[in-house]
């Protein structure tokens, strides 16, 4: 690492920052009952970026790093640099690294060869339950990635990650739903949960439309709950839609960005800019506290770092990406909440239909309920927008979920929000 810095030095750029990936990757497939199919990859890829004097840095990604080709990009890159006259900020890059106490790395990764079959045994057992419904197919990925980030100011620091994904594809006739859970450690990965969850949704997609009423109460399932906020989380990150000043939540709703959860998919002990990540707390008090963000943000907003600053495998300029995004669950049960309700729909499944500005619509389906005991099956449209649906939240469960919505790894609680009738959709 040392020596790709020097490099980029002297090339001619004040300060040079940079993060190495090394990933080992394997995946198991099997489509109906056929033949379970084995690949394995490696991917290397080495992200550069050079400041100078003043000015946005400029960057590349190497897909089989060497000093030569280094050499040859950083000399590209200096020759190839616009006169910018912007204030920079290479002097916000880390200087120096702390130990982190966090569990991300499964060492069953280096003894993963009986993975795939050991997950096909499984799922056949489980699907003896259910003879109605087929299981048309499944992948699990497993994916070993080891980081390294440095820069020129002294900065140097590694760790490792596993992520374990499992992808089921189930059909009932001509309803198709699938599911996906992804963990950092094997023993986490519950395929009998999975597949629970993907045969509640499967039971709810064909339901009655639900019932004319003016006003009705809906729990959102955290399956559900990650979809809103995954589909609304933009306006969290520090270059978001409204001024912070702008958005209210209900006083009850505290969002969090939290890196250091053990096993969750989104933790990390530092993001690729070398920013040692901490918890960053979004909404509180019914108000945005924060945001996220990453270097160059902070910079040109005046925000605060957060420790957000993540590249894509092929992108040398990081993004400000959320981590583990968490809704903080409350005290109060859920069965507790479904008995206050009275009547009401418990909303297992979202699908996003449209979206116009912070206006989302959403074929919703789920069960209608009474109390604690849940009934029949129901569909309906559903249309909410950002500044109306964290108002409208009354009630988190204590019980939460974690999972992954759109690339963002979520942990939610289950919600009441109040719903009106209008015309043909329930409006949050």
């Not at 990009?73 to 900020?89: H, K, S, T, Y």
């Amino acid at each position: 690492m040392e020596r790709f810095l020097q490099v980029g030095r002297e090339a001619g750029f004040r300060q040079v920052d940079l993060r190495r990936l090394r990933a080992n990757v394997r995946e198991w497939t099997r489509e109906g009952n056929g033949e379970i199919r084995e690949t394995a990859g490696t991917i290397h890829i080495l992200s550069v970026r050079g400041f100078r004097e003043s000015g946005f840095p400029v960057g590349a990604c190497l897909s089989s790093p060497s000093i030569k080709g280094a050499r040859n990009v950083f000399r590209e890159l200096q020759r190839g640099a616009m006169a910018d006259n912007a204030p920079g900020f290479d002097h916000l890059l880390p200087t120096e690294a702390r130990r982190v106490r966090l569990e991300i790395h499964d060492p069953v990764v280096q003894d993963a060869n009986k993975l795939g079959a050991e997950t096909a045994s499984r799922l056949s057992e489980l699907m003896i339950r259910y003879a109605d419904v087929e299981l048309a197919g499944w992948r699990l990925r497993l994916e070993e990635r080891k980081v390294n980030v440095a820069n020129t100011r002294g900065f140097e620091a590694k760790y490792k990650k596993s992520l374990f994904s499992l992808h089921l594809k189930l059909r009932q006739g001509i309803n198709e739903v699938e599911v996906v859970e992804q963990r950092t450690h094997w023993l986490h990965i519950q395929p009998d949960r999975l597949l629970g969850r993907g045969i509640f949704f499967l039971g709810a997609e064909p339901g009655h439309p639900l019932p004319r009423k003016r006003g009705i109460g809906l729990v959102l399932s955290p399956f559900a709950a990650a979809t809103i906020l995954h589909d609304f989380a933009a306006v969290l990150r520090v270059s978001g839609e409204f001024a912070p000043g702008d958005i209210r939540c209900a006083p009850q709703v505290q969002i969090v960005d939290s890196p250091l959860l053990d096993g969750m998919p989104g933790s990390v002990p530092m993001d690729d800019e070398g920013v040692m990540c901490r918890e960053t707390e979004l909404v509180e008090g019914g108000r945005v506290q924060a945001r996220i963000t990453d270097l160059a943000g902070a910079a040109r907003e005046g925000a605060a770092i957060s420790g957000n600053g993540f590249r894509s495998d092929a992108d040398p300029f990081p993004r400000a990406r959320f981590t583990n995004l968490c809704v903080r669950p409350s005290v109060i049960s859920l069965e507790r909440i479904m008995k206050e309700t009275g009547r009401g729909v418990l909303v297992t499944g979202l699908r996003l239909r449209g979206a116009a500005g912070a206006e989302r619509t959403y074929g919703a389906s789920g069960y209608m309920f009474d109390g604690s005991d849940l009934g029949e099956p129901v569909h309906f449209g559903l249309r909410t927008a950002f500044l109306s649906y964290f108002l409208k939240i009354d009630r988190v469960s204590r019980e939460s979920a974690s999972t992954v919505s759109g690339g963002i790894s979520v942990l939610s609680p289950y919600l009441r929000v109040e719903a009106e009738r209008r015309k043909d959709e329930w409006v949050v």
